[in-house]
């Protein structure tokens, strides 16, 4: 059973930075696809970045969004996966969450599964 837990999350200033793991149990190491979303209060759940068992990057965020400041990695052999967030903005706090797909990533949010429980992120002053 895959089991995903996200942690990191916390309450930062304007301007900071965070950096949110994933960590996944109870599936192959080189089988899935990680990717990282966001849902903030009163809004639809949206894709930050994804990253394949390859390697292979994909950045949902348009960029009038994300910027450049967000960056997914992972460990295979870890079975861990790391968003890095800079120059946070107000605009987003959001429970981050992260959850899988088989092998490559996709624009198809709902292939995803085994959604972790969320860590919430918070920008404010």
């Known amino acids: 059973q895959v089991q995903l837990v996200e942690s990191g999350g916390a309450l930062v200033q304007p301007g900071g930075s965070l950096k949110l793991t994933c960590t996944g149990s109870g599936f192959s190491r080189d089988s899935y696809a990680i990717g990282w979303f966001r849902q903030a209060p009163g809004k639809e759940r949206e894709g930050v970045a994804c990253i394949s068992v390859g390697g292979d990057i994909t950045d949902f965020l348009p960029f009038t969004k994300g910027k450049g400041r967000f960056t997914i990695s992972r460990d295979i052999a870890e079975n861990t996966a790391w968003l890095q967030m800079n120059s946070l903005e107000p605009e987003d706090t959001a429970i981050y969450y992260c959850?899988?797909?088989?092998?490559?990533?996709?624009?198809?949010?709902?292939?995803?599964?085994?959604w972790g429980q969320g860590t919430q992120v918070t920008v404010s002053s």
């Open positions: 959850a899988v797909r088989a092998r490559q990533c996709s624009w198809q949010f709902g292939e995803f599964h085994s």
